[in-house]
């Protein structure tokens, strides 16, 4: 019988981050300051630490983790491999399926692998509260249980949507001493406006990072702001999963022939990925791997967003970074997939888009949860509705093995678990879930928005990005 669960002991966790950037197809674009239209990082140096800052730039391939973080990361770290055989009988495929579990951790999710540096961090730099968005309110959670542990307090905005279908995870933000609100808030500024324009608005990521923004700006109290995903920062942070399972898998004689993640921002699929990536551009991989990054058809950015630049918030108080996009107007739809409701990804992940070194497939929500319920019913974890797509790209891989007598090894990222998202199962079996699938012609009034609010914007594009709108 295969082995089930391939465990690291503690010495095995990563003393090293990886970092993508100088391994890029293509250097990363800078960020555009709108005010200047020219290259410059705006308010950032106002609202994150130097050592972040410093990762975010950093062209360096490996960054050492501080022995502080890896002490913390004991908590769950390593976390486990399974095999899937249980999932590959029922499905009766010729393939093997793995899932690297991330649901070990104290907040559920992968989150929690970037919020203990990014807290540790700004508490060494003498920080003592910090704020941030939540879509699902796994980023929240994690950020909660960081600042718990280092003594900083912590404030969050969570998306309006996801704080009314989960009210669990804002009691856990409060176990762990967090503050929380739900967002469109009337705590800041940028709040207000949207309230007073819409007051039954449920809100989006964009909104609530503008309102962790400007909390962090505006704070009377020395704050800082934290961020879940995009930033290259948080991606290299989340490389503890894929660098773990490399050695996970070699314990087992095996190398996957392709890997699935889901992606909101794009940080738990970046975490897995980008150590493979470095095996095949270091020539160390022992077969061509295919990258596949799934999203929500509720929330396309990459299968129907364009690569440009746009802002990372609603209120448009961040720089511009280069991105595929829905546009930083972005309303989406209530499903429950919270953690993909973001209208842009990582710069990365546009970069190996563009360079066609990974590819990205949208599902819908009844699809995905179609999926989810075989995995339930064969592995017995019940999963997060985000790595459910991912689920949902691995299941179809098997069956396509299944049709052609394939034996390949299927690789996906589990993220997180659902026993917060018992709403959504719920729905799912009184058959109340949409299929929401955004229309393209949205995308296109968006972009419109854009261009008219920065005429010069197709200079800049096609100066940096290098490449026409999609």
Same mark, same amino acid.
Request: glycine letters at 8%; one cysteine or more; aromatic letters at 10%.
């Given at each position: 019988m295969p082995t089930k669960k391939i465990l690291l002991p503690e010495d095995d966790i990563p003393k090293q981050w990886y970092n993508i950037a100088p391994d890029l197809p293509k250097p990363m674009p800078p960020f555009i300051d709108p005010s200047t239209k020219e290259p410059g990082v705006g308010i950032v140096p106002k609202i994150f630490p130097k050592a972040i800052i410093g990762q975010e730039l950093s062209k360096e391939r490996w960054i050492d983790i501080p022995d502080e973080v890896r002490e913390v990361y004991k908590i769950w770290r390593p976390s486990p491999l399974y095999r899937a055989t249980h999932l590959e009988k029922l499905l009766k495929t010729p393939a093997k399926i793995y899932y690297k579990y991330e649901g070990v951790s104290p907040a559920g999710s992968h989150k929690t692998n970037t919020a203990v540096p990014q807290v540790y961090y700004n508490m060494k730099e003498g920080v003592t509260r910090v704020s941030t968005e939540t879509g699902a309110g796994q980023w929240g959670s994690a950020l909660s249980f960081a600042a718990m542990t280092f003594g900083v307090k912590a404030t969050v905005y969570m998306v309006r949507a996801s704080y009314d279908q989960k009210p669990y995870?804002?009691?856990?933000?409060?176990?762990?001493?967090?503050?929380?609100?739900?967002? #469109?808030?009337?705590?800041?500024? %940028?709040?207000? &406006?949207?309230?007073?324009?819409?007051p039954d608005n449920k809100g989006s990521l964009g909104i609530a990072i503008s309102e962790a923004v400007e909390d962090a700006l505006v704070s009377e109290v020395k704050t800082n702001y934290t961020i879940g995903s995009v930033f290259n920062h948080v991606l290299l942070h989340q490389t503890v999963i894929g660098l773990e399972t490399q050695k996970q898998m070699a314990m087992v004689d095996d190398y996957p022939d392709v890997i699935y993640g889901c992606i909101g921002g794009g940080s738990s699929y970046s975490g897995l990925i980008w150590p493979f990536y470095h095996d095949k551009v270091t020539k160390k991989a022992p077969k061509e791997t295919k990258l596949i990054a799934t999203e929500a058809t509720a929330c396309p950015k990459v299968t129907k967003g364009q690569y440009i630049y746009d802002h990372g918030d609603t209120a448009r108080i961040t720089p511009l970074v280069p991105m595929h996009t829905l546009g930083h107007d972005f309303i989406p739809a209530p499903i429950h997939a919270g953690g993909l409701r973001y209208h842009g990804i990582a710069p990365t992940i546009s970069i190996l888009t563009q360079e066609n070194q990974m590819t990205t497939e949208a599902y819908n929500q009844l699809d995905v949860f179609d999926a989810a319920k075989l995995f339930i019913q064969s592995e017995g974890?019940?999963? %997060?509705?985000?790595?459910?797509?991912?689920?949902?790209?691995?299941?179809?891989? %098997?069956?396509?093995?299944?049709?052609?007598?394939?034996?390949?090894?299927?690789?996906?990222?589990?993220?997180?678990?659902?026993?917060? +998202?018992?709403?959504?199962?719920? +729905?799912?079996?009184?058959?109340?879930?949409?299929?929401?699938?955004?229309?393209?012609?949205?995308?296109?009034?968006?972009?419109?928005?854009?261009?008219?609010?920065? #005429?010069?914007? +197709? &200079?800049?594009?096609?100066?940096?990005?290098?490449c026409e709108p999609l």
């Amino acid at each position: 019988m295969p082995t089930k669960k391939i465990l690291l002991p503690e010495d095995d966790i990563p003393k090293q981050w990886y970092n993508i950037a100088p391994d890029l197809p293509k250097p990363m674009p800078p960020f555009i300051d709108p005010s200047t239209k020219e290259p410059g990082v705006g308010i950032v140096p106002k609202i994150f630490p130097k050592a972040i800052i410093g990762q975010e730039l950093s062209k360096e391939r490996w960054i050492d983790i501080p022995d502080e973080v890896r002490e913390v990361y004991k908590i769950w770290r390593p976390s486990p491999l399974y095999r899937a055989t249980h999932l590959e009988k029922l499905l009766k495929t010729p393939a093997k399926i793995y899932y690297k579990y991330e649901g070990v951790s104290p907040a559920g999710s992968h989150k929690t692998n970037t919020a203990v540096p990014q807290v540790y961090y700004n508490m060494k730099e003498g920080v003592t509260r910090v704020s941030t968005e939540t879509g699902a309110g796994q980023w929240g959670s994690a950020l909660s249980f960081a600042a718990m542990t280092f003594g900083v307090k912590a404030t969050v905005y969570m998306v309006r949507a996801s704080y009314d279908q989960k009210p669990y995870r804002k009691m856990m933000i409060h176990a762990f001493g967090g503050e929380i609100f739900a967002s #469109p808030s009337k705590q800041t500024e %940028a709040g207000r &406006k949207i309230l007073a324009e819409d007051p039954d608005n449920k809100g989006s990521l964009g909104i609530a990072i503008s309102e962790a923004v400007e909390d962090a700006l505006v704070s009377e109290v020395k704050t800082n702001y934290t961020i879940g995903s995009v930033f290259n920062h948080v991606l290299l942070h989340q490389t503890v999963i894929g660098l773990e399972t490399q050695k996970q898998m070699a314990m087992v004689d095996d190398y996957p022939d392709v890997i699935y993640g889901c992606i909101g921002g794009g940080s738990s699929y970046s975490g897995l990925i980008w150590p493979f990536y470095h095996d095949k551009v270091t020539k160390k991989a022992p077969k061509e791997t295919k990258l596949i990054a799934t999203e929500a058809t509720a929330c396309p950015k990459v299968t129907k967003g364009q690569y440009i630049y746009d802002h990372g918030d609603t209120a448009r108080i961040t720089p511009l970074v280069p991105m595929h996009t829905l546009g930083h107007d972005f309303i989406p739809a209530p499903i429950h997939a919270g953690g993909l409701r973001y209208h842009g990804i990582a710069p990365t992940i546009s970069i190996l888009t563009q360079e066609n070194q990974m590819t990205t497939e949208a599902y819908n929500q009844l699809d995905v949860f179609d999926a989810a319920k075989l995995f339930i019913q064969s592995e017995g974890i019940i999963p %997060a509705p985000e790595p459910s797509h991912a689920i949902k790209g691995a299941i179809d891989e %098997a069956l396509r093995c299944k049709e052609t007598g394939e034996e390949k090894t299927i690789l996906f990222l589990l993220c997180g678990h659902g026993h917060f +998202d018992m709403q959504a199962y719920e +729905d799912y079996h009184m058959g109340k879930l949409q299929p929401y699938e955004y229309p393209t012609e949205k995308v296109a009034e968006s972009m419109d928005k854009l261009h008219t609010l920065y #005429p010069w914007l +197709d &200079k800049v594009n096609k100066q940096y990005i290098s490449c026409e709108p999609l």
